[in-house]
T-cell receptor, first 111, second 113 residues
Framework: GQQLNQSPQSMFIQEGEDVSMNCTSSSIFNTWLWYKQDPGEGPVLLIALYKAGELTSNGRLTAQFGITRKDSFLNISASIPSDVGIYFCAGPLTGFQKLVFGTGTRLLVSP | NAGVTQTPKFQVLKTGQSMTLQCAQDMNHEYMSWYRQDPGMGLRLIHYSVGAGITDQGEVPNGYNVSRSTTEDFPLRLLSAAPSQTSVYFC????????????FGSGTRLTVV
């Protein structure tokens, strides 16, 4: 089936550092979504991207829809301890009836 | 407005037992899905529904049944629990026509011994 590969698998950074992660697919997507999962909770939508080349920000988070439509990138600037969690990319299949998720990037932030 | 509510939050089953994970949403969302989350594997789709009376299989449907008799509820049934079904289960819902993704419940952590 569809597979979204995320890298890196995990990151351990110091508070204040910037973070970059990416998501790649073997297939084209027309929408990219980025979710964050806090420990013990369900994923929460951070950013949605709808157009190739689009760059969208949500506070300290910026995501980009790759030109090839097979990848997407998420950057976090000036990280803080509450950024800790797992970040997932996701893409819709079958007219948004279902989502396929990436394998996740686990972020740890040291105060 | 409670969003997506999953019960129970934790459950331990013995191999071979059956049980139903409950999911309810109060947002009048047409689309509902069940995912399981295992370490290093992201979230994998088990079953999904695009409206009352309509369900379909996802990526990993074996060992699970669903039904959608009302818009609000989408229960997931484990027919005969196996240790391989030890996982965290998430229910999610979305309004039809919206393109910004699903709202997730807080999950059910299931252990099969």
């Amino acid at each position: 089936g569809q597979q979204l590969n995320q890298s890196p698998q995990s990151m351990f950074i110091q508070e204040g550092e910037d973070v970059s992660m990416n998501c790649t697919s073997s297939s084209i997507f027309n929408t990219w979504l980025w979710y964050k999962q806090d420990p013990g909770e369900g994923p929460v939508l951070l950013i949605a991207l709808y157009k190739a080349g689009e760059l969208t920000s949500n506070g300290r988070l910026t995501a980009q829809f790759g030109i090839t439509r097979k990848d997407s990138f998420l950057n976090i600037s000036a990280s803080i301890p509450s950024d800790v969690g797992i970040y997932f990319c996701a893409g819709p299949l079958t007219g948004f009836q279902k989502l396929v998720f990436g394998t996740g990037t686990r972020l740890l932030v040291s105060p | 407005n409670a969003g997506v509510t999953q019960t129970p939050k934790f459950q331990v089953l013995k191999t071979g037992q059956s049980m139903t994970l409950q999911c309810a949403q109060d947002m009048n969302h047409e689309y509902m899905s069940w995912y399981r989350q295992d370490p290093g594997m992201g979230l994998r789709l088990i079953h999904y529904s695009v409206g009352a009376g309509i369900t379909d299989q996802g990526e990993v449907p074996n060992g699970y049944n669903v039904s959608r008799s009302t818009t609000e509820d989408f229960p997931l049934r484990l027919l005969s629990a196996a240790p391989s079904q030890t996982s965290v289960y998430f229910c999610a819902s979305r309004k039809g026509g919206q393109s910004y993704g699903y709202t997730f419940g807080s999950g059910t952590r299931l252990t099969v011994v």
